[in-house]
């Protein structure tokens, strides 16, 4: 089993995410950093837009995590001062958004978000994204991959992370997904469920049950060549690029929010086979960033759009 | 008027260009490489390249346009060798591709291509064209500007160049086409016709009037968002690119041989004339390069697409 | 005289915009979004970075210029109020950012921008600039274009802009600079000063009269190939890639701070035309993208570097 | 140990190349094409550029390895006269060659490409080269990875591939190199080393012992930030991107025949640390595009410049 015996870079949990957006008000910002202020919390990074046709805002911010009070405490008053603070933080902006009818997330990251990883047979993507995990540039754990194949179990086994088989076919799949969320939810306990060329169609109730936190990536610039095969449909129409798109998955196939899109040229030389080598540099790095966006808590849906703030 | 005083670029019209295709078959680039070769022509560059699926040859050579013939003769003599070379070569390559069943194109850069350029009200491809074409980016002359609308008579006077107005209706389209064609074709003898965002849609009489030689500028990634206000829906999908599409017209809108594409990321900063304006820079770029890449001769269509040739 | 004549993208002019930099400290962005929102002015976008190395507060906000105060009274009472709500707020801040020692501007946006360019005998970036601006994608005036040549006016006169000549010599150098400061100070009044491939080299004296307000476009991928000559130096390397800079210039010719940067392929088909025809196409849009981020007040310079926000 | 179980890509180890370049003169690349023809082999596609001011012609043809000889005879009588027609095909070349002064290799493909990879602590172009060569995407065999470090064996062990251990000191260098150069040549047979981030700088004796065999891969935008940290400089001087050069080793360290190069944007917001992190994916696709190049036989070096023929 390989484990990287580098130095890691320096975590950086001791930041924690506020995420706010619904209407658009008088000094939101404002009474944010202020609430944040007055606990004690030093804000170290901010960004909000405002959508001015929609009157929508979108706020986010970081800040340290340990609160900044004065205490004459030892080690163990100050955890449970910081403890009492967060929970404080969270009453006070539980009443703020309630008043101008905002929703928000508060993400303290006591501990990293839980990543379940699901393949069928081709590996480039789940390489890509336990390469970087392990290069310490993914902030998660990874929980679990789940499979409907059996071949990628060794990639599995080369990080020492858990395989799970569910061979799926059209009779046992509502069944299949029924187990899938189970170990998911209650074993495994995944925030993120990232579809790194998983090749099945869920059904709607397994889609339910991870709203806004499942991660599809479609090898095509979205919508163009939506469905399957759609390197064979960009060979035929002979165009000069070729995109891959990374989306939250919803009911409509390929029609999720878009979170992260990009391109690579093709030429007259470039068969089918060669576009689906090009494509799959381009998916495995379209993924991982649509997950290190979702995973810095950078990504915000509403209207099936994402706004994605700066890096 | 404006005319640029720097130095010219050296012209290239010192090369003629040479291209072939057609049913692969035993010896096709030896046979033509030795054909010019035979007649004193010196061969300064060549690609080709097969479709071994389709198995067809698709081959363009750069050659020096004046024979390296020896010769106690004057200049008069000399020229009427020339002339004499180049019939006698093009009787050859006729029966080598008639033989072979192949397709070629001989060009001899006797006089530079004609390019008529078509507008609506928007002005940035013109533009661009326009001062490429001053800078000597763009091996051609520009015959005339042709619209239905007079807004941008005052960029073709910064050029000294005519401008037609051709005011079209649904009652006057089919007559305006023919007038179009007539000045085109017996008054501009235009060999391409560039679409530098014209908003009408052609008749089919019209496009039959110029296969493969009419280069459209689409506002968006192709297949994605064909049709009218691509930016529009390209803002309502959420997309995280947008795109541009330089294309040979053809009867089906949208659907002709894509010759070049490009993209620039948006994000949700972007309204909708956020994207127009980002498209701008995209649109005239693209149909540059479509152009440059016409004007080279490195464009060979087939099977409603096409093979270019590097640069 | 080109005039365009498409409707206008929507003025921004109703934006003003408030930088903030110096010593991170507790609750900065929070007390200055409390400051505009008191004074009445509604915050339509922001963004903060701190440099937790350096402990530095890097801070953006855009508000709506008009106050929203109750007012009974007419137009009149109204500007009135505006007025005094602007001084009043600049009083304010002026306090908060002294008690701090923190460094901050308040661009009302009461007129637009002067931007006056700088050319010697290339085109591109001139016509770039003036397209633009044209175009509504530059939010200023342009108020003079200076040249030590005068091969360029009839662009100017294309445009109806003021061209003045300044023919440089060894001799008279000083003596036009303190020419040209005064133009650029006293007659036009001008706020920024572009280079766009300006080919002299300034003396202190005129660098110091516009510090961090000249804009320069250096024809390579800095600190790559500085000084005179870049492209040639690139063909001789046989690099892959050429680039384009855009820098604020300073005392050191070349190591001002970078706004923006890009690259182009090349091969090894590019010879030197090529690389120069292929650097024009960056170097357009370098600069015009680096004006843009001035002109929008989305740059703070520190430490010979840019904070540059996103747009 | 991983063995990758998915059909594999169709080999494209039925094409041979010949590479030629040297002094341009009438009919080489007739008297090539003609040469192969009338041996049997049927060209699948060529690449020729002329460099007009050197006077310097660069050819190179694929073809495919099977001669079409009329053959009444079985297998064993016509791998007879496949080795015959090579050997009498390298014969003619040579005289063709020596006659005119010109270079060529000729790469039968009789066996794959021998690729050793040299690395240190750094693993993510070693992870980059043994995925891609794992999906196919290089034509070659690894034949062995040694480092002057042993951390990353288990990598190595991942793939099955075997792992030499050469720590390197100030005292043993010259002697270790001659081991590794013994290790290279008489045990591996290897073709080709790969400086995969291999930390070490070697004297001239190694250097010279793989003449344009050696790539390695520099994280800077070459020339700019040459030596070492070169992350550290393009912090310091503020870039707006930044880089990765693949190229050949040469004696003059960093001054090698540049294959490909490749940046990616960076902000402000990106300290040492992200611009190393960006910087690796840039590497590890720089790195293996280069080695792709070199083992499509794309590559011609002269005057410390590559010719890259396209793909």
Request: glycine share 6%; net charge negative.
């Amino acid at each position: 089993m390989f484990r990287r015996s580098l130095p890691r870079f320096k975590s950086l949990t001791n930041l924690a995410t506020l995420k706010v957006h619904g209407p658009d008000g008088k000094g939101i910002v404002a009474a944010c950093c202020n609430l944040l202020d007055r606990k004690g919390y030093e804000i170290v990074g901010s960004e909000h837009w405002t959508d001015r046709i929609e009157n929508l805002i979108f706020l986010r911010i970081a800040f340290d995590k340990e609160p900044q009070i004065a205490s004459s405490g030892g080690l163990l008053d100050r955890c449970q001062n910081a403890v009492e603070t967060a929970d404080a933080t969270e009453q006070a902006l539980q009443q703020l958004c309630r008043d101008r009818d905002l929703a928000f997330q508060l993400n303290w990251r006591q501990e990293r978000a839980k990543v379940a990883i699901m393949v069928s047979k081709y590996d480039h993507c789940l390489w890509e994204l336990l390469l970087r995990h392990e290069a310490d540039e993914l902030d998660c754990d990874i929980v679990g991959i789940l499979s409907n194949h059996d071949n990628l179990r060794p990639v599995a086994e080369t990080f020492g992370i858990p395989y799970h088989l569910f061979p799926i076919t059209k009779q046992n799949k509502r069944e299949q997904e029924r187990h899938e969320i189970q170990l998911l939810k209650d074993v495994l306990q995944a925030n993120v469920v990232v579809l790194a060329r998983y090749m099945q169609i869920f059904t709607q109730h397994f889609l339910q049950a991870f709203p806004n936190s499942i991660i599809n990536i479609h090898h095509s610039f979205l919508p163009a060549f939506q469905g399957s095969r759609p390197h064979h449909a960009a060979f035929e129409r002979g165009v000069k690029l070729i995109g891959a798109t990374a989306h939250y998955a919803t009911a409509d196939l390929d029609e999720g929010p878009i979170i992260e899109q990009d391109v690579i040229s093709v030429t007259h030389r470039d068969g089918v086979d060669g576009l689906i080598q090009k494509g799959r540099i381009l998916e495995r790095n379209v993924l991982a960033r649509a997950l290190q966006a979702h995973l810095d808590d950078r990504v915000i849906v509403y209207n099936n759009k994402c706004v994605v703030f700066g890096d």
